[in-house]
């Protein structure tokens, strides 16, 4: 069982930072994915990253302020978030997977989820 847990979420000014990290504990990722969603909204995809040659993927809306990293040694996947807008207030989510290594964009192919952390992005 792998066991997915987020920090790093809070208020932050339009403009500003925040860093988010996934720990996973239990098994190694072979990928994982920041997804976000907003109150009335469905899921979105934000970043992936694939665990074994570290290739990067970005929704265009983000592309350029925020960045998806890992850790492998903490087995640990971050995301980067800069220049902050208001639009990028939601939920967000680690999302993970210890065997199936081809990044996927749609929320319904991973099997391991964190419990959320919030993001509030004020104007």
């Known amino acids: 069982q792998v066991t997915l847990v987020e920090s790093g979420g809070g208020l932050v000014q339009a403009g500003g930072s925040l860093r988010l990290s996934c720990v996973a504990s239990?098994?190694?990722?072979?990928?994982a994915s920041w997804f976000r969603q907003a109150p009335g909204k469905e899921r979105e995809f934000v970043a992936a990253i694939s665990w074994r040659t570290g290739s990067t993927y970005y929704q265009d809306s983000v592309k350029g302020r925020f960045t998806i990293s890992r850790d492998n040694s903490k087995n640990t996947v971050y995301l980067q978030m800069n220049s902050l807008k208001p639009e990028d207030t939601a939920a967000y989510y680690c999302?993970?997977?210890?065997?199936?290594?081809?990044?996927?964009?749609?929320?319904?192919?991973?099997?391991?989820w964190g419990q959320g952390t919030q993001v509030t992005v004020s104007s």
């Open positions: 999302a993970a997977d210890t065997t199936v290594a081809r990044i996927s964009l749609s929320p319904n192919e991973y099997t391991y």
């Open positions: 239990g098994r190694t990722f072979s990928r």
